[in-house]
C-alpha cells in the first residue's frame, strides 16, 4: 500500500506558535528544555518562556547535585531570549557562593523582571541582594527568604511593587519602615520571621493586606501612621521582655494600644496570635477603643484566660468592633500550669475548674452585656476549651450580648479525674447549655478531640 501523503508531514512542527507557548508553560523547566530535541522547529522554541522556576519539579537526579543544578541554571539564562516576567529558585540547596546568584540576579533584573521569587535554604551566612534590584522598574512581586538587604541607593525605590514577602530577612543600615516607604503602591505586606533588632513603623497609603509572624520586645515601637486602605491584618507575635515595664507608659505621649490599632479604620478582618495581646501590658485599657472598626466582619484572637490583661484587651477589641459577624478564640494558650496529654486526654486534677482565684467573678460582673451587644455576630467558634472558670464566664458574656447568634462551636480536651477515670464530656456540655443566652435560636456544640458530644453519652 502507498503512504498516504500526510504521513509524510511534520505534524508536531505545524502546531501554531500560540498553543507551542501553551504547552511549554505546563511543563517544568527541565521539561522544556527537553523539547529542543523533537524537531529543528522545537529546538529554540523554549528560549522566549516569559517565566523560569526552579523547584522541586526538577528532579532529584538534578536537586541533589548541586554543581550540576548551577550548571542548569546557568545554560538556561544563558541561552534564555526576551523578557522573564517571572523567576522563581524555591528550596532548592544552591552552592554556597554568593558569586553564583549574583550573576542570576543580574541577568533577571536587566530583563524586565516583574515577579521575583528567591526561597532560599538556611546557609551559615545570609545571601546579600544586590543593590541593582532597585533598578527594576517593572517589578510587581518580590518574594525573599534568608537574604539580606543593605541600605539602597539614596533615590532608589520599588515605584511598581505591590506585595511584598519577607521570610528571615535582615535589613543592614535601614529600617523596616524605611524599605515600606520606598514602596508607594505597596498593597500586600508579609514579614514572617520579624524579631526584635528593628521597630515597625507601617506607613503606606496603598496597603491593604498585612501578615507578621515572629518575636517582638514589650519596649519596641510597633505603629500604624497612614494606613487608610489596611483591610486584612495577622499579627501572630510572642512578645518577651516584660521585666521592669511601667503601668501607662507610653510612647510619644500615646499608648500602645491606640499606635497599633487606632488608625485601622477599614479593617474587615483581624487576627491577633502568639501573646501579642500581652504587648500592651503597660497600658490602661479602655473598655473600648476610642476609634470603632465598623468594617470589621471577622475577629480571630488568641487569650489566654489566666492573664487578666489579655482578657481586657481582647474584650476591648471585641467591643470596637460592634458589626462582627464571626468570632474565633483560642483559648488555651500559653496556659501558666502544666497539662499532660496522654493518647489525646488532657490529664489534670478534678478541682482545674476552681484555678486562677485571681480572676474571680467580679471582673465579669462588671462586663455588663446591657451597654452594649454584638446585634451581627452569628458564629462563634473557641478552641483550646478546657472547662475552666474564668471560659466559662466569658462564654457567659459573650451569649449575653449576642442577639442574633447562631452557633456556638467549642472544641475541648477529654479529661480524667484524681482516680484516673474518663470523665464524661457531656457534664461540660450540660453546664454550658444552662447558660443564658439572648438569642433564641442560638446552638452550643461542645467537641473533645473533633469528635461531637451530646447529652447523655457515657
Not at 423 to 430: A, C, E, I, R
Request: net charge negative; aromatic share 10%; hydrophobic share 40%.
Amino acid at each position: 500500500m502507498k503512504r498516504g501523503p500526510s504521513l509524510h508531514g511534520d505534524k508536531i512542527s505545524d502546531i501554531p506558535a500560540n498553543i507551542i507557548e501553551t504547552i511549554l508553560s505546563r511543563l517544568s523547566i527541565r521539561e522544556a528544555v527537553r523539547t529542543c530535541i523533537l524537531s529543528k522547529k522545537w529546538r529554540y522554541n523554549w528560549v522566549t518562556l516569559p517565566e523560569l522556576i526552579f523547584d522541586c519539579s526538577l528532579g532529584d537526579d538534578l536537586i541533589n547535585q548541586n554543581d550540576k543544578l548551577a550548571r542548569f541554571i546557568d545554560g538556561v539564562l544563558l541561552n534564555h531570549r526576551g523578557p522573564i516576567c517571572k523567576f522563581k529558585i524555591s528550596h532548592l540547596w544552591i552552592p554556597n557562593s554568593p558569586d553564583i546568584i549574583d550573576k542570576w540576579m543580574l541577568c533577571v533584573s536587566r530583563n524586565y523582571i516583574q515577579k521575583l521569587i528567591l526561597r532560599l535554604q538556611p546557609q551559615f551566612e545570609h545571601y546579600e541582594l544586590l543593590a541593582s534590584l532597585y533598578s527594576c522598574e517593572q517589578l510587581t512581586h518580590l518574594e525573599v527568604s534568608f537574604c539580606t538587604l543593605r541600605s539602597p541607593p539614596m533615590l532608589a525605590c520599588f515605584k511598581s511593587l505591590r506585595s511584598l514577602f519577607l521570610y528571615k530577612v535582615d535589613c543592614i543600615g535601614f529600617t523596616f519602615e524605611d524599605l515600606i516607604s520606598r514602596c508607594p503602591i505597596l498593597e500586600r505586606l508579609m514579614i514572617d520571621g520579624f524579631t526584635d533588632s528593628t521597630d515597625l513603623i507601617i506607613n503606606a497609603p496603598k496597603l491593604q493586606e498585612l501578615v507578621v509572624d515572629g518575636f517582638c520586645k514589650v519596649t519596641q515601637n510597633i505603629c500604624f501612621k497612614n494606613t487608610p486602605l489596611l483591610a486584612y491584618v495577622s499579627l501572630n507575635l510572642q512578645c518577651f521582655g516584660f521585666e521592669g515595664v511601667l503601668m501607662n507608659h507610653k510612647q510619644d505621649g500615646i499608648s500602645r494600644l491606640m499606635k497599633v490599632f487606632g488608625s485601622l479604620v477599614g479593617l474587615e478582618m483581624l487576627s491577633v496570635g502568639g501573646n501579642f495581646l500581652k504587648f500592651f501590658v503597660a497600658d490602661l485599657i479602655p473598655k473600648r477603643l476610642s476609634n470603632t472598626f465598623y468594617h470589621l466582619k471577622k475577629l480571630d484572637l488568641e487569650i489566654c484566660f489566666n492573664d487578666l490583661h489579655m482578657i481586657s484587651v481582647g474584650l476591648c477589641l471585641i467591643r470596637s468592633a460592634p458589626n462582627l459577624h464571626k468570632l474565633q478564640i483560642d483559648a488555651g494558650s500559653h496556659v501558666a500550669y502544666v497539662l499532660v496529654y496522654v493518647d489525646d486526654i488532657l490529664v489534670t486534677s478534678s478541682d482545674s475548674k476552681q484555678m486562677f482565684p485571681h480572676i474571680d467573678t467580679e471582673f465579669w460582673e462588671v462586663q455588663d452585656g446591657r451597654e452594649f451587644s454584638l446585634n451581627h455576630l452569628q458564629n462563634v467558634i473557641i478552641t483550646s476549651f478546657y472547662g475552666l472558670k474564668p471560659q466559662l464566664e466569658f462564654v457567659k458574656f459573650l451569649l449575653t450580648i449576642t442577639p442574633a447568634l447562631e452557633k456556638i462551636s467549642i472544641h475541648g480536651f477529654k479529661e480524667v479525674d484524681d482516680q484516673g477515670h474518663l470523665m464524661d464530656g457531656s457534664s461540660t456540655l450540660k453546664e454550658l447549655m444552662q447558660l443564658p443566652r439572648v438569642s433564641m435560636k442560638a446552638q452550643i456544640e461542645y467537641f473533645e478531640i473533633g469528635e461531637l458530644v451530646e447529652l447523655g453519652n457515657e
